[in-house]
C-alpha cells in the first residue's frame, strides 16, 4: 500500500479546494489536492444544463485569476465555471490528484503525523493537517412523503436532472423546492410548453440580480458580515434569498402554475400544495438540497444532525477544517466570489499550529 506525507492535504477541487490550494502554495508548504472526480471543474460540468452562475464574473473571481476575457456583465453559464477552474488549476500549476475517492479519514496520536487518510485505490497520505472541500452537503434530500408517490410517477433528485427530455411524456411536471436551482429548473421545463406545477415557497425573500446590486454588495460589504456579529445573526436567521431575475422570468411562462409549498402527496399521483394542488403527475424534480454525508470522517465533530461543528472552518480537532460550507463565516462563503476570504484565513490559522 503506497503511503506518502505532505504537510496539508486539501480534500475536494472545487472552488473552495482550489482556493485553499492556491494560500497553501503561496506559503511554500507541502501538500495535495484529492478529487474523486474525472476533472476539475466536474461537478459544475454535471449540473443541469440550463445553470447559470448567480453573480456576474468579477464578483466570482477566485484569488490571483480573473475570469476570462468577455462582457463583465454576464452570468457565466455551468461550462464556463468549469472552464474557469481547469484553468485556474492549471495557472498555477496546483498538484490535484484526480480519481482519488476519499473512503476514511482518521486523526493519529502523532502530532506531526496528524492523519491518515485512505482512498479507494489503497493510496495512504499522512498529513499535519486536512482541509475538507467537498461541499457543502453531498447526500441528494428528499421529503419522507416522496415514498408516496407511485411508481408510474418518475422522481429525479436535481443532482440527476440535466434536461427536460430525461422527465417521460407530455403531461404534468412538478419541480419541488424554494431555492435558485429549482426556479431555473422550472422555467427550464416550462420552456417546452408542457405544464409545470412549481412547488415554491413564496415566502422565501428575493434579491435584485443586477451589477447594481452586486457593487452595492461589494461596496457595503454586507456579503462578508460574519455570522458571529449581531447583524450576521439576523442575516443568518432569514432563509437565504433567491435572484428576481430567477422568478420573474419563470412568472413569464403561461403554463407554469405555483402551488406553494409541497405539503405531501394526494391519491398517489398529485402533489398537494399550501395553496393548491396537482393534476396527476407524470415526473417530478426534487429540488431540495442536500443532507451531510461524513460517514467516512471518523472524528468528534458533528452535531445531531450529522453536520460538522466549527469556528470559522476550524473544528476542535486540531489540524482539521472545513471550507465551502454555507455560511461557514457569511453569506458568501459557499459562493465562488467568497472562496478566497474564508480559504486564507483558515490556511494562516493552520500554519500557526506548532
Not at 503561496?26 to 454535471?46: P, Y
Not at 499522512?126 to 408510474?152: D, Q, R, S, W
Not at 426534487?286 to 452535531?303: L, Q, R, S, V
Not at 460550507?325 to 499550529?353: C, F, H, I, T
Amino acid at each position: 500500500m503506497p503511503i506518502e506525507a505532505f504537510h496539508t492535504v486539501v480534500i475536494g477541487a472545487g472552488q473552495a479546494g482550489l482556493a485553499a490550494a492556491y494560500y497553501l502554495q503561496q506559503h511554500g508548504v507541502s501538500f495535495v489536492v484529492l478529487d474523486e472526480r474525472e476533472t476539475v471543474g466536474d461537478v459544475w460540468a454535471t449540473r443541469f444544463d440550463a445553470l447559470r452562475l448567480f453573480s456576474p464574473p468579477w464578483a466570482s473571481n477566485l484569488p490571483g485569476l480573473s475570469w476570462p476575457p468577455g462582457s463583465p456583465l454576464r452570468y457565466p453559464s455551468k461550462d464556463e465555471a468549469a472552464q474557469y477552474l481547469q484553468q485556474y488549476a492549471a495557472h498555477f500549476k496546483l498538484p490535484v490528484r484526480l480519481r482519488q475517492r476519499v473512503t476514511r479519514l482518521l486523526p493519529t496520536s502523532d502530532s506531526d503525523e496528524g492523519f491518515h487518510i485512505y482512498t479507494s485505490d489503497n493510496q495512504t497520505y499522512i498529513c499535519k493537517n486536512v482541509i475538507i472541500c467537498t461541499g457543502a452537503y453531498t447526500a441528494p434530500h428528499m421529503p419522507m412523503f416522496a415514498a408516496e408517490l407511485a411508481p408510474t410517477v418518475v422522481q429525479l433528485h436535481s443532482q440527476a436532472y440535466r434536461r427536460p427530455s430525461q422527465l417521460p411524456g407530455t403531461g404534468a411536471v412538478a419541480v419541488v423546492g424554494s431555492g435558485n436551482s429549482a426556479l431555473q429548473i422550472a422555467a427550464d421545463v416550462a420552456a417546452t410548453g408542457r405544464p409545470v406545477f412549481v412547488a415554491y415557497d413564496e415566502n422565501t425573500p428575493t434579491l435584485p440580480n443586477n451589477n447594481l446590486m452586486w457593487a452595492l454588495l461589494k461596496i457595503t460589504g454586507l456579503m462578508n458580515v460574519s455570522r458571529h456579529t449581531a447583524l450576521g445573526r439576523r442575516m443568518l436567521s432569514r432563509p437565504d434569498p433567491v435572484v428576481s431575475s430567477d422568478l420573474t422570468r419563470l412568472r413569464q411562462f403561461s403554463n407554469a402554475q405555483f402551488i406553494g409549498r409541497a405539503l405531501g402527496v394526494a391519491n398517489e399521483t398529485r402533489l398537494h400544495g399550501r395553496q393548491a394542488t396537482t393534476p396527476p403527475l407524470e415526473a417530478v424534480v426534487w429540488a431540495t438540497g442536500y443532507a451531510p454525508d461524513y460517514d467516512w470522517i471518523e472524528a468528534p465533530i458533528f452535531d445531531a444532525k450529522g453536520s460538522p461543528k466549527h469556528y470559522r472552518g476550524l473544528t476542535s480537532v486540531p489540524g482539521l477544517a472545513f471550507l465551502g460550507l454555507p455560511w461557514l463565516n457569511s453569506r458568501s462563503s459557499a459562493l465562488m466570489g467568497g472562496a478566497g476570504r474564508d480559504a486564507r484565513y483558515v490556511v494562516e490559522q493552520l500554519l500557526k499550529r506548532p
